[in-house]
Structure formats: structure tokens, C-alpha cells
């Protein structure tokens, strides 16, 4: 059974955000949890500019970890933060457009190449 405490986040509490608060509130997370991981907050970066095109990273993290937990996975993570309802994320289609714009996937472009 779950208790809610003063902690908990409703989904609710996370509409509210505006994209900067959102872009916060993540680095906050990652700091935390990097905190708990005794990973320096210096492998954490979290751009605030939000309106500059910039490939789609909002936020990088360099693991250096045994393994992976949580939000931080071993070795470089990108993220891309959102803070719109009219983001779909289930849907491959939208998914596809934000990673590749009208480009197809290509050995280059998903950074194996």
C-alpha cells in the first residue's frame, strides 16, 4: 500500500511546470541522484536554454558508475526534456520526428558510425 507523503509527486504537480521549471526540477533530480551515488556534480549538465536548438539534449550525465541505476545509466546519457501535453511520447511516429526531424535513421545520425 502506498502512503502519500509531503514528497510524493502527483502527475498533476508535474502539468503545472513550465518548460523551465521542468528543466529545474530534472537537474535537481539528477543532482540527487548523483548525490546518492557518489558521483561528482560536475559529470551533471543541465542547459537552461531551453529555446536554442541544440539537437535535442537537455542534459548530459557521465556515468563512471559499476552499473546502472535509476535515472543515470553507466557511461554518457543525453536527455531531452519536455514540458508540453501536446508531446506524445508513446506514439513512434512523434518519437521518430523529434530525434530525426524528416531525416531517416542512419548509422551517423544515431551516433554509432
Do not use: C, H
Given at each position: 500500500?502506498?502512503?502519500?507523503?509531503l514528497f510524493t509527486v502527483e502527475p498533476n504537480?508535474?502539468?503545472r511546470l513550465d518548460a523551465y521549471a521542468a528543466?529545474?526540477?530534472?537537474?535537481?533530480?539528477?543532482?540527487?541522484?548523483?548525490?546518492?551515488?557518489?558521483?561528482?556534480?560536475?559529470?551533471?549538465?543541465?542547459?537552461?536554454?531551453?529555446?536554442?536548438?541544440?539537437?535535442?539534449?537537455?542534459?548530459?550525465?557521465?556515468?563512471?558508475?559499476?552499473?546502472?541505476?535509476?535515472?543515470?545509466?553507466?557511461?554518457?546519457?543525453?536527455?531531452?526534456?519536455?514540458?508540453?501535453?501536446?508531446?506524445?511520447?508513446?506514439?513512434?511516429?512523434?518519437?521518430?520526428m523529434e530525434l530525426f526531424g524528416d531525416k531517416?535513421?542512419?548509422?551517423?545520425?544515431?551516433?554509432?558510425?
Amino acid at each position: 500500500m502506498f502512503t502519500s507523503t509531503l514528497f510524493t509527486v502527483e502527475p498533476n504537480d508535474l502539468a503545472r511546470l513550465d518548460a523551465y521549471a521542468a528543466v529545474v526540477l530534472f537537474r535537481e533530480l539528477l543532482w540527487a541522484e548523483a548525490r546518492t551515488m557518489g558521483l561528482p556534480s560536475r559529470n551533471v549538465r543541465v542547459s537552461e536554454l531551453i529555446n536554442v536548438s541544440d539537437g535535442g539534449i537537455d542534459a548530459t550525465v557521465q556515468g563512471g558508475l559499476p552499473e546502472s541505476v535509476g535515472l543515470i545509466k553507466e557511461g554518457r546519457t543525453g536527455y531531452q526534456i519536455k514540458a508540453s501535453s501536446a508531446f506524445k511520447p508513446w506514439q513512434q511516429s512523434v518519437i521518430k520526428m523529434e530525434l530525426f526531424g524528416d531525416k531517416e535513421p542512419t548509422r551517423e545520425n544515431l551516433g554509432s558510425g
